[in-house]
């Protein structure tokens, strides 16, 4: 699968990956700019490229009959966003329970254009004592670049600041919405 991957990410797609996504057990993976359902995919690829599992998470319905082993075999975890529990927690937990974690999302919280990212993935980062991993999806230069992991701190503001620097002039792949 990794050859395949890798042929139709470099050969067919033209893409190319820049950085090293580093042998840690547990970290969250911040992907950035996300713009549109292709992002999956590129996702999909790079992970089988460099051979290492990464984690997403998704509400618990989508974890039943018919497609929820899909979802748990592509390395999905199901949480409970109903009013009553607290998402941020529930994440915790499953870092807690799990020995091999790495949690991949979008900061934006949506493919539409924001101008200020959900601060969940900064929580999640510090109340699990795991760094953030950044990684951007340049869909002008066809380019993934995995950042160095970055340890949050308790100055939440200075901390995003720095991270949303890493990814000025990267552009996704509706351009309007990066």
Known sequence: MRRLSKFIFNS?????IDGLLPNLKKCVIIVVPHTHWQDFIIGVLVRDIIGMEINFIGKKELFKPPLGWLFKWMGGAPVNR?????????I??????RELFRLALSPEGTRKKVN??????????????VPVVPVSFDFSKKKVTIFKPFEVSDNKESDIKTLRNLFKGV????PEYS
């Open 92 to 97: 915790v937990d499953i870092f807690n329970q």
């Open 116 to 129: 200020t990212w959900k601060t969940g993935f900064y929580y999640v980062a510090k109340k699990a004592n």
């Open 12 to 16: 067919i797609l033209g893409w190319s």
């Open 82 to 90: 109903g009013s009553k529990s607290n998402t941020v927690d529930s």
């Open 171 to 174: 552009v996704g792949k509706i």
